[in-house]
């Protein structure tokens, strides 16, 4: 049974920085992509990169390219999504999220199959 499981939110000052981690298990993975996901009170969960595991190819979305990366340690079958210059608009409850993923799609919530339990980061102003 896939497992993820996020960790390394918390609460930083705005121009801070955090990385996040998604460790997967259960399954195997090089077919997948992996993404994070992130949602605000009272918003939608909103795309934030992917990755797809096998080829290492990423995109981020527009909000945070340039600020955030995303990675992943085939070795430890963990995905990492660095945060750089933080904003406090990046508050939110980051996901991590996986599964067999077209390429158009990816951006897209609900084609994900797996989802981690979320990890809330809180960037003060």
């Known amino acids: 049974q896939v497992q993820l499981v996020e960790s390394g939110g918390g609460l930083v000052q705005a121009g801070g920085s955090l990385r996040l981690s998604c460790a997967a298990s259960g399954g195997t993975f090089t077919s997948y992509t992996m993404a994070w996901f992130r949602q605000a009170p009272g918003k939608e969960r909103e795309f934030v990169a992917a990755?797809?595991?096998?080829?290492?190819?990423?995109s981020h979305a527009d909000s945070v390219k340039g600020r955030f990366t995303i990675s992943r340690d085939n070795a430890k079958n963990t995905v990492y999504l660095q945060m750089n210059s933080l904003k406090p608009e990046d508050t939110a409850v980051y996901y991590c999220?996986?599964?067999?993923?077209?390429?158009?799609?990816?951006?897209?919530?609900?084609?994900?199959?797996?989802w981690g339990q979320g990890t809330q980061v809180t960037v003060s102003s």
């Open positions: 999220a996986g599964g067999s993923v077209g390429v158009t799609r990816k951006s897209q919530p609900g084609v994900y199959r797996y």
């Open positions: 990755i797809a595991w096998s080829s290492g190819s990423t």
